[in-house]
Nanobody, 118 residues
């Protein structure tokens, strides 16, 4: 089992920055990739970034050049640095962890609200 908790959300003006954190606990050694998703009201959940452990990170076109995902192995924490925020970035942001193997499983955090005012 893997447990995830996001933090760092809040209200920010357009053009501002926020850094989200996702702290993982439990069987963290089994995690193969970690991702950030977001879901705006009335819309489907969409992938923001996907970090492959020991590999590369991919970003949605809508956030490329503005958002950066990083990882602190010592703290089992993944970060999402969000710069040049736009009102359309307003959403609940979720962290997920993917464990491959015999029973592939995706774990989710409860989410954190990000609101960007114009």
């Amino acid at each position: 089992q893997v447990q995830l908790v996001e933090s760092g959300g809040g209200l920010v003006q357009a053009g501002g920055s926020l850094r989200l954190s996702c702290a993982a606990s439990g069987r963290t050694f089994s995690i193969n990739s970690m991702a950030w998703y977001r879901q705006a009201p009335g819309k489907q959940r969409e992938l923001v970034s996907n970090l492959i452990i020991g590999g590369s990170t991919n970003y949605a076109d809508s956030v490329k050049g503005r958002f950066t995902t990083s990882r602190d192995n010592t703290k089992n924490t993944v970060y999402l640095q969000m710069n040049s925020l736009k009102p359309e970035d307003t959403a609940v942001y979720y962290c997920s962890a993917r464990v491959e193997g015999f029973r592939p499983t995706t774990y989710w955090g409860p989410g954190t609200q990000v609101t960007v005012s114009s």
